[in-house]
């Protein structure tokens, strides 16, 4: 099985600041670019949140991945911003955007989403002393992945490491399941249900009381001959 997967999403970089919430969509590949695909990098994500001062920054994701190094930076950029992070996950996290991810204080899997993780991979060649040392930084790579992904779910060291060999594909309610996410776009829209009705049932509670207290029969004032028998 390939250890990475061809990048066709249509690429999209957008900021837009509504009130308190800043959304960036990142749509495509992660990375540097080049003359023949465009990709979103690190120093694109930091150009685009200098300065921004919204106390939620959204950011819409759908990847296929790219440069592990441009995906392990924007994701410790994000750790390290004031504003409180959401990545929503609106069609694949897969690879180096899986990375971005777990930089987010909150990861949300819209409606059939996927996340992808896997091993490092990069082309070589030239001798076979060449060759080791592309396996040495292969393995040095893939080590900083398992840290990542252990600190974001608390899985083992052990078993993060069979995922990544398996090259293992989760579904939303998979990913939340094994803490590589914080919730699914219908766990999300059934919390905020939940709290209307709760809502709507107190209004109705409070407008219930204030019905029976006019309603209720109004206590008698006392007549002058029982207040005779006081004096």
Known sequence: MTKKIKNNIPFEFANKTNDNEHVMTISG??????WFYDATSAEDVRNALDGVKASTIRIKLN???????????????????????????T?????????????ADEIIMRNGSTMMIH????????????IQKTMNALEAIDQSLVDIYV?????????????????????GPEAVAKGFATSTASSVEDKNKDEEISNLKQQMQTMQNQLDQMNSPQPKAPSNKKMKRFL
Not at 119 to 130: H, I, L, P, Q
């Open 63 to 89: 990847s296929g991945g790219g440069d592990a190094m441009d995906g392990i930076e924007i994701m410790n950029y994000l750790k390290d911003l004031d504003a409180h992070v959401i990545v929503e996950v």
């Open 91 to 103: 069609a694949l996290a897969a690879s180096a955007a899986s990375i971005l991810a777990m930089g």
């Open 119 to 130: 091993e490092a991979s990069t082309f070589a060649y030239g001798t076979k002393s060449d």
């Open 151 to 171: 600190n974001k779910t608390g899985l083992s060291h052990d078993e993060i490491s069979e995922m990544l060999k398996a090259e293992t594909w989760l579904t």
């Open 29 to 34: 590949a992660i990375g540097q670019g080049g």
